[in-house]
């Protein structure tokens, strides 16, 4: 039986006891810029980027959206090139808690993380292996009755 609290969550599973866990509240008044990071190259979500099929599916405790498209990340701070392969959303049953993270204690009614993979690696599983395997974009989402867009990119499907 799982243990009641996070905490003692690496007794059973001992990857939850590593240092770098989820979820993270992110405190503001206390994060400091890494001087040593560059800017993101997010160029082909923004320009040449094609998304040519979606695999939408419930995997039990989300709803995964698998990509298949050329939109690949650089920079940042990321060893080399990554490529889109999914994202999934974080939601809950009330908007006061539904993203997995929280900015200054406060959570989201839902959060997108956009999973991309290191190129350099086979599959998955390779990369679940390399802690710098994955580099994933955890974007919060709050609830509106405007139908403003408020992100517009060019996706073209076939
Ligand atoms: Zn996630």
Same mark, same amino acid.
């Given at each position: 039986m799982?243990?009641?609290?996070p905490n003692?969550?690496y007794?059973e599973?001992?990857?939850?006891?590593?240092?770098?866990q989820?979820p993270?509240?992110?405190?503001?008044?206390l /994060?400091?810029?890494a #001087?040593h990071?560059?800017?993101f190259d997010i160029?082909? %979500?923004?320009?040449?980027?094609?998304i *040519?099929?979606? @695999?939408?599916w *419930? *995997?039990?405790w989300?709803?995964?959206? +698998?990509?298949?498209s050329n939109?690949?990340?650089? #920079?940042?701070?990321?060893?080399g090139?990554?490529?889109?392969r999914?994202?999934h959303?974080?939601? #809950?049953f +009330?908007n /006061?808690r539904?993203?997995?993270?929280s900015?200054n204690g406060n959570? %989201?009614?839902?959060?997108?993380?956009?999973?991309?993979r290191k190129?350099?690696?086979?599959?998955? %599983?390779?990369?679940l292996?390399?802690p *710098?395997?994955? /580099?994933?974009? #955890?974007?919060?989402?709050? @609830?509106?009755?405007? +139908?403003? %867009?408020?992100?517009?990119?060019?996706?073209r499907?076939?």
């Amino acid at each position: 039986m799982l243990s009641e609290s996070p905490n003692f969550w690496y007794k059973e599973f001992p990857d939850c006891g590593k240092k770098r866990q989820s979820p993270i509240n992110i405190n503001s008044n206390l /994060a400091e810029e890494a #001087g040593h990071l560059r800017h993101f190259d997010i160029g082909d %979500y923004l320009e040449s980027g094609t998304i *040519n099929n979606m @695999t939408v599916w *419930n *995997n039990g405790w989300t709803v995964t959206v +698998q990509v298949e498209s050329n939109i690949k990340i650089k #920079g940042g701070g990321l060893e080399g090139i990554y490529s889109l392969r999914h994202f999934h959303l974080h939601w #809950g049953f +009330q908007n /006061a808690r539904g993203s997995e993270h929280s900015l200054n204690g406060n959570s %989201y009614p839902m959060e997108v993380h956009i999973v991309h993979r290191k190129n350099k690696v086979k599959d998955k %599983y390779e990369a679940l292996k390399d802690p *710098n395997g994955f /580099a994933v974009f #955890g974007v919060f989402v709050k @609830t509106s009755t405007s +139908q403003r %867009y408020i992100f517009h990119t060019k996706f073209r499907s076939m």
